[in-house]
């Protein structure tokens, strides 16, 4: 059984700052409640009681939550200069068990983290339907639903199977894979987000693409997508899950 998350929250969110502030993208707040806050309230209540969180950007804001929601702050030190990998290998000296990955900046629909943590294989990637959000990660699989490639740029993908939701299932050995090809590829692995890694290392560790397609969710890394998640999507997780 799983009990433990990563979830990175280092990046600057230089696209909402202007509306939001220097507060780091976890704790723009949706009906009152920051959504980082929301995002732990689920994974506790599905047993997930050992919760890292990857930090750069504003750190003290998640310090100080850590303090009162027992949660583990690791700092990534060069989060200007560097990407979402380089925040997640930075976690290797505390994540040594399977584990679930979240960005920062999501609001989903509860069922996300049950259909992820009841998929048997030890490797998965959380992947919806179509969602018009405008800013949206192109998943490509092969015919047995396993990470093929990804992209923003659907042009240079061959078929569409789903699209990133930011949610995956990572094992401990592939993760200590990952981090083993991130020390033998520095320059690579210093300036690439964590989803482009796996793509880069499905080959040697497979990733099943589970895809829910009528999964209400979305980011926010714009005042766009701010609006979008506070008029329309949480509205329709609120009443769903109530």
Same mark, same amino acid.
Request: hydrophobic fraction near 35%.
């Given at each position: 059984m799983i009990n433990t998350?990563?979830?990175?929250?280092?990046?600057?969110?230089?696209?909402?700052?202007?509306?939001? $502030?220097? *507060?780091?993208? $976890?704790?723009?707040?949706?009906? +009152?409640?920051?959504?980082?806050?929301? +995002?732990?309230?689920?994974?506790k209540s599905h047993g997930i009681s050992n919760i890292f969180i990857g930090t750069g950007h504003h750190s003290e804001h998640?310090?100080?939550?850590?303090?009162? *929601?027992?949660?583990?702050?690791?700092?990534?030190?060069?989060?200007?200069?560097?990407?979402?990998?380089?925040t997640l290998t930075n976690m290797k000296n505390e994540l040594n068990t399977d584990f679930l990955l979240l960005e920062s900046d999501l609001i989903y629909e509860a069922r996300a983290i049950t259909r992820i943590i009841e998929n048997s294989q030890p490797n998965v990637i959380l992947a919806s339907g179509e969602t018009n959000s405008g800013d949206e990660v192109f998943i490509e699989a092969?015919?047995?639903?396993?990470?093929? +490639?990804?992209?923003?740029?659907?042009? +240079?993908?061959?078929s569409v199977f789903g699209e990133l939701v930011g949610i995956s299932k990572i094992s401990a050995g592939t993760y200590k894979n990952l981090c083993m090809w991130a020390a033998n590829n520095k320059r690579t692995a210093h300036q690439i987000h964590y989803e482009q890694a796996l793509a880069i290392n499905s080959k040697e560790d497979p990733f099943l693409v589970e895809k829910i397609p009528d999964l209400i969710w979305s980011e926010?890394?714009?005042?766009?997508?701010?609006?979008?998640?506070?008029?329309?999507?949480?509205?329709?997780i609120a009443s769903k899950e109530i």
């Open positions: 998350a990563a979830i990175l929250a280092a990046g600057l969110g230089s696209r909402i700052k202007e509306s939001h $502030g220097d *507060r780091p993208k $976890g704790f723009i707040q949706i009906d +009152s409640v920051p959504i980082i806050e929301r +995002s732990i309230d689920i994974l998640y310090e100080r939550l850590a303090s009162t *929601r027992s949660l583990h702050c690791i700092k990534n030190p060069d989060y200007e200069n560097t990407g979402s990998f380089y092969n015919v047995d639903n396993y990470l093929e +490639s990804l992209s923003k740029d659907i042009r +240079s993908i061959s926010i890394d714009t005042i766009e997508q701010y609006m979008r998640v506070r008029d329309i999507i949480f509205p329709k």
